[in-house]
């Protein structure tokens, strides 16, 4: 199993909020519905040379407090499961539909390293995926995948907690 992991992000939230977000699933609803429909976010894209018209695949999104399922070209769709809780401590995930096996880690402690707008201790947070790669495969995605860890710990970490 290669394993790939996140930097460490720091949220001004405390570790209660985050981890409450994160553990139900159906929390993203909005956030998904907002960015499907935004045209700032549609210009970013255009902005960093992708296609906006991708956003309309955020609209296919399936989503349950424990379960979401992404679609994805010539694989039909990836789903990844909730399959372990430890409040305020972490949240595991593994893959349900997909063309490897995985397993995702989204690990959160309390921190005084920054602090909530209410003056207690924020979060800091990490994501650790875990996936079951052959040579080749790692090869060729595990760049993008280590780049993709970091890059969804920086858009969880920008969450409004």
Known sequence: MAKYESKIKL?????????????NLE???????????NPMVAEKMKEAGQDPAQLEKLKEVELTSDRIAIPAPMVGSIALRIVEREENKCIKFETEQSPMDA??????????????????PGTKMRLTLKADLNMMMKMMIGSKLEDGVDKFADMLAMLPY
């Open 27 to 37: 929390n993203f609803r909005p956030i998904l519905e907002n960015a499907a429909n």
């Open 11 to 23: 949220i001004a939230a405390p570790v209660e909020a985050v981890y409450a977000t994160l553990s």
């Open 103 to 120: 397993n995702l880690w989204i690990q959160v402690l309390p921190t005084s390293e920054v602090s909530t707008p209410m003056g207690g």
